[in-house]
């Protein structure tokens, strides 16, 4: 076995998943060589959709932010520095990154002064698709599944990415951020971190908990939620907009989470799968106001230039999450699987 090439028994490794058109065949190629193959992008475009519902890039996007949190299988972990998949990766980000500008209308200047009774009204303005009320009062046991299954790409590595921001902040925005994730991680207690405890949901559900193991049923507009807190989490400057992201996330959770028990309960579910979604309900009705006024208006208040990510990340959250969750309701009214291929029964 060459140097940097792990074998598939740590805690988090993730075998490549199929191909799905040239992004992920020129990258999938590449990790089976030594580090440092050219990838070359030159003659490679978008599938014809849009850049944020694209299957094949999304997931190649994925796959090369992966290399930070997780190991692949057969791939030598000295790839997640390599110059070459950087570029790989720069090339895809421009293209990701664009898209997501074009979704976001930019904050007005005035709205910088006050980030925190800023991000109160970006979230009470938000009329994204009801979802959570969809799968509280209707959604088939079914379709609940498909639910969990497209938040398993997050909320099996939860908290991780948001992490990425606590060396770059510092002062009051530095002790609010870690205030929160002290919590995402379950206080010191690994069976209550809340990536373990949604692993036990899938579980008692009968699902897959295996970290990355849906990866090949996930479309691209899943996908694009996750490499958008990636994207913003591993470039120092966009430390704004991490922040933004991770503050409208805790201040728009705890309703929906609430609903999501709910449903659970409604198919005759008890605690040992609702547990994950009530303890959001207290949790992030507790971080709700840390991250608006102490991380976001903090890290507003001691760089007054960032004050214009925080609330780009903030509304990017809130935009993509629209996108995701009218996929999900325009499949589901179809009468098809919101996933690339239908659940088995579990």
Request: glycine share 8%; net charge negative; charged share 25%.
């Amino acid at each position: 076995m060459s140097v940097g090439v792990l074998p598939c028994a740590t805690a988090r490794c993730v075998a490549l998943p199929r191909v799905r058109g040239p992004w992920t065949e020129r990258l999938f190629w590449a990790l089976t060589q030594k580090p440092g193959v050219v990838i070359d992008v030159d003659d490679l475009t978008t599938d014809g959709g849009g850049v944020l519902e694209d299957h094949d890039l999304q997931l190649a996007l994925y796959i090369a932010y992966e290399l930070h949190y997780a190991a692949l299988d057969g791939v030598d972990e000295r790839w997640e520095w390599s110059p070459s998949l950087l570029c790989f990766r720069q090339a895809i980000e421009r293209r990701n990154e664009r898209a997501v500008d074009e979704l976001v209308a930019g904050s007005a200047i005035e709205e910088t002064i006050d980030v925190g009774r800023a991000l109160q009204r970006l979230v009470a303005r938000d009329d994204g698709p009801p979802l959570s009320r969809f799968v509280e009062t209707q959604a088939t046991r079914e379709q609940v599944f498909e639910h969990v299954v497209h938040r398993s790409a997050y909320q099996l590595k939860e908290a991780d990415p948001h992490s990425w921001a606590i060396p770059r902040l510092s002062g009051p925005a530095k002790a609010a951020l870690l205030e929160i994730q002290f919590d995402e991680y379950g206080e010191g207690k690994p069976e209550r971190m809340h990536s373990a405890l949604f692993a036990e949901t899938m579980r008692n559900l009968g699902l897959d908990a295996t970290y990355g193991a849906y990866l090949d049923r996930l479309p691209g507009i899943t996908l694009a939620t996750v490499n958008l807190m990636s994207g913003f989490a591993l470039h120092r400057r966009r430390r704004g907009a991490i922040v933004g992201h991770l503050a409208a996330f805790e201040m728009t959770s705890s309703i929906p989470n609430r609903r999501y028990g709910n449903a659970l309960r409604r198919l005759g579910y008890g605690p040992d799968v609702t547990g994950f979604y009530d303890e959001h309900v207290e949790a992030d009705a507790v971080h709700e106001n840390i991250a608006a006024w102490d991380l976001a208006g903090g890290l507003a208040r001691a760089e007054p230039q960032t004050a214009r990510d925080i609330l780009f990340g903030a509304s990017a959250l809130l935009a993509l999450e629209s996108l995701w969750a009218e996929h999900l309701l325009s499949s589901w009214r179809r009468g098809e699987s919101s996933l690339l291929a239908p659940l088995e029964r579990a």
